[in-house]
């Protein structure tokens, strides 16, 4: 049960004549051993009786997690000892927050990426305001006292700070998932925290949580609060802003909706700094398959050169255990909420993160090497089924691709209001017809009913006629202003060339969009498929997972339904779809090639399942060679000494500070 040199003590244990062991002596005097033989460390029974009492108190408290407590009792002032080493200068955390990241050797050879960092939104730290109970329903005003506590820390970014992007926010569409984008694949497709879905929330929290960026082993570099907001634009402006200004050039950063914030960051203020800079927004690995698959050759981390093994996925493993503070920071005050998580990431970062980096390390060569093994393997084989001989094929198949996806992005503008007017047409065929059946009812005969009924009839087959032309006279107004756009002189007739190859255009559309549909349940399915296996995910929120999953599976099967009708509609008719075919498709590639309904994709040599594996496996091992290089490259004593005689309880305090990382570096 030891722990480490650091919070154990050494004491001597007298040996008695009635001793039979030293095990025996130690239980004698108050101490537990260890081992029954040659015992190098022992728990006193008061240290024991203590875990015994909390436990039972909070049965979640395990006996590591007691363990790794009592060896983090090593005192306080911090800022004395930071300024007594040289480490209270302006941004000097942020600068050597990460060993691996910040560090650099002379003669270092450049990598792609100086750092790799992610950044995200997370809304479970949230604040209650305090408010005054009002007679009515509606919200009192603020009862919360002013406190002239603030928090001194490197780490969070005042709120002054973050509205300095307030501007750009605004400008880019507010939210970040609300921008208009000419060029993005991935327009409309992410709402996170939605304004819609959180305006309502603004009134109950103060704080609506908190916005953080972490380095790519896991080191938190900065956080913002979410101030009675969403996922605001200005809040990864914030981060991307201060991180370019500390460490310069050639950054990466992962972020859920990436492709997105490019087009923000572009249009900002920050855009001429970004781009002199070299900082290049990316798309982590598991929110990435939700995005088109034109948007994933372009960031997702398969695909970028440099990128090595990293998923960008480091957030959501982090929120994953900062979570557990929601309960305790509802009703603390500003200060000691922002004090409170301040000093979780640091405990996080001494005692988790730098203790498990060795490991992490460790593990990454060794899934690298692991990825070359299978590659070098099954790559060959591969190669040889699809007879291609050498891997530089497999860069021209990503950049076909790539300009085959980006031709289906947008219709032509000829094209669109060719399909306007043909539906127009559609439209106008069918109020000529509602009209002419308008008066022939109104000149049906008239029957022996009474007056006051031949009037109401009379009236109501009148207002039918009214409504009716009204229709007509309005469909026949647009037709008539398309045809001045498309310079037709006679309008189209079902029998003309013209009016057949529009309405397959429109048939193409309406396959579109289903097919838009269903692919969007099918993320969510699969989603909530791999959410209901995660580590963590209690018995009641897996039970809510499963009936929703039920509840999507219906939805998916109707819209499947509506799919192969439509698909039998269009020439040439699409192949049918099934169940089993399409819960199988876990990456938006398989959706994406459904699209194009006008070009054979079996001539394409990177369309078929087996081509785009193979690619797949190749850039793999591209990135797993590159995460070897960077891993090659990622592999305080004497002011100590000095302070002994002048200041002998900071020295003592700089003794515990250097051992807090130490005792993980034997």
């Not at 269903?518 to 791999?530: D, H, P, Q, T």
Request: hydrophobic share 40%; charged share 25%; aromatic share 8%.
């Amino acid at each position: 049960m030891g722990c480490a040199s650091t919070g154990t003590e050494k004491v001597t244990v007298k040996l008695l004549s009635t001793d039979c062991t030293i095990a025996s002596a130690l239980v004698c005097q108050g101490v537990i051993p260890s081992s029954p033989i040659s015992p190098a460390v022992g728990i006193t029974t008061e240290a024991l009786d203590l875990y015994c009492i909390v436990h039972l108190r909070s049965p979640h408290l395990s006996i590591q997690a007691f363990v790794k407590s009592m060896c983090d009792l090593h005192g306080v002032l911090a800022a004395m000892v930071a300024k007594s080493l040289q480490q209270d200068s302006p941004d000097w955390r942020l600068k050597h927050a990460c060993p691996t990241c910040t560090y650099v050797l002379t003669d270092e050879p450049k990598l792609t990426f100086s750092l790799l960092y992610a950044m995200d939104g997370n809304d479970s730290l949230k604040r209650v305001l305090q408010r005054t109970l009002d007679t009515d329903d509606s919200l009192g005003t603020s009862c919360e006292l002013p406190m002239g506590q603030q928090l001194r820390s490197d780490r969070y970014l005042s709120h002054t700070f973050v509205d300095l992007f307030a501007r750009d926010s605004s400008t880019a569409g507010n939210e970040v998932s609300g921008v208009s984008f000419a060029s993005n694949s991935c327009e409309g497709r992410w709402k996170n925290m939605d304004d819609a879905k959180t305006k309502k929330a603004w009134g109950i929290y103060d704080k609506t949580g908190i916005f953080l960026a972490v380095c790519c082993h896991g080191f938190s570099l900065l956080i913002a609060d979410m101030v009675q907001s969403g996922e605001l634009a200005k809040y990864p402006l914030a981060v991307v802003s201060k991180l370019l200004d500390v460490f310069g050039s050639n950054l990466g950063g992962g972020y859920d909706i990436g492709c997105q914030f490019k087009t923000t960051l572009d249009k900002s203020s920050l855009g001429p700094l970004a781009r002199s800079k070299h900082h290049t927004c990316l798309v982590g690995a598991f929110h990435g398959h939700a995005h088109r698959r034109l948007c994933q050759l372009f960031s997702l981390t398969t695909y970028i050169k440099g990128l090595g093994l990293e998923d960008l996925e480091m957030c959501e493993r982090t929120f994953s255990k900062s979570n557990s503070l929601a309960s305790t920071l509802h009703y603390a005050s500003i200060f000691y909420r922002q004090q409170a998580i301040d000093s979780y990431f640091e405990h996080n970062d001494d005692f988790e993160v730098y203790a498990n980096l060795s490991d992490f390390l460790y593990n990454n060569y060794k899934q690298a090497l692991d990825v070359l093994d299978d590659g070098n393997a099954t790559l060959p084989k591969l190669m040889q089924d699809l007879k291609v001989a050498d891997v530089s094929i497999f860069e021209h198949w990503l950049e076909d691709e790539k300009a085959y996806l980006a031709g289906l992005t947008r219709e032509p503008e000829e094209e669109t209001l060719q399909m306007e007017y043909w539906q127009r047409l559609v439209n106008l065929a069918a109020s000529s017809d509602a009209l002419g059946a308008a008066i022939a009812a109104a000149e049906l005969p008239e029957d022996a009913a009474s007056y006051e009924e031949q009037v109401k009839r009379t009236r109501k087959a009148e207002s039918a006629r009214c409504h009716a032309l009204e229709d007509y006279e309005r469909n026949l107004k647009v037709v008539q202003g398309l045809e001045c756009k498309l310079e037709i002189a006679v309008w189209w007739v079902p029998e003309d060339i013209e009016w057949q190859r529009v309405g397959r255009l429109v048939a193409n559309r309406k396959y579109q969009h289903v097919l838009d549909h269903l692919e969007g349940l099918i993320v969510a399915w699969i989603f909530k498929l791999s959410k209901m296996n995660h580590a963590g995910t209690g018995y009641k929120l897996q039970k809510h997972i499963a009936k929703a999953l039920q509840t999507r599976s219906v939805a998916i099967r109707s819209a499947l339904n509506t799919y192969n009708t439509i698909a039998r509609t269009i020439r040439p008719p699409c192949s049918r779809l099934k169940w089993e075919e399409v819960v199988e498709y876990a990456f938006l590639a398989d959706f994406d090639l459904l699209r194009n309904t006008c070009v054979d994709l079996s001539q394409c040599p990177w369309a078929s399942p087996a081509a785009g594996s193979t690619m797949d496996l190749h850039f793999k091992m591209c990135r797993a060679h590159e995460e070897i290089e960077r891993l090659n490259i990622e592999y305080l004593q004497e002011c100590e000494d000095q302070l002994k005689d002048t200041n002998p309880a900071l020295a003592y305090q700089i003794t515990i500070h250097r051992n807090t990382r130490g005792r993980f570096n034997a």
